[in-house]
């Protein structure tokens, strides 16, 4: 099975595998010209969930580990999975996503009570 990401800020197409290959698909520049792609080991296991966010990648996968890629593939930070304090058997991530929080509005005074 495979992941996809689109990445709005290169225009590049990144794909996970289930073997734990990551890569990273650009478009030619100009009519015809050729793609060029680029592979890394990412996850132990599959790469089971991908997020464009730009300028980054984030990556989570069957070994717990999410994992985050600049557009040129190198591996800029890494969140060790929770299992890992507890000696247990992996938590695959299987979802990625962006939470937007609302943006905080000050607080409005209210008149004061009439006496």
Do not use: K
Not at 87 to 105: D, M, S, W, Y
Request: glycine share 10%; aromatic share 8%.
């Amino acid at each position: 099975s495979t992941t996809t990401s689109a990445s709005a800020s290169s225009g590049a197409l990144w794909i996970g595998f289930e073997s734990g290959a990551l890569w990273r698909l650009l478009p030619g520049e100009g009519e015809g010209a050729p793609s060029t792609s680029r592979c890394v080991t990412a996850h132990a296991g599959g790469v089971h969930a991908l997020l464009a966010l730009a300028p980054f990648v984030w990556s989570g996968g069957a070994d717990g580990y999410v994992r985050i890629w600049n557009q040129e593939m190198a591996l800029v930070h890494e969140v060790v999975p929770f299992h890992s304090f507890l000696g247990t058997a992996p938590i695959p991530v299987h979802v990625l996503c962006r939470v937007v929080l609302p943006t905080h509005r000050p607080h409005t005074a209210h008149p004061p009570m009439p006496p």
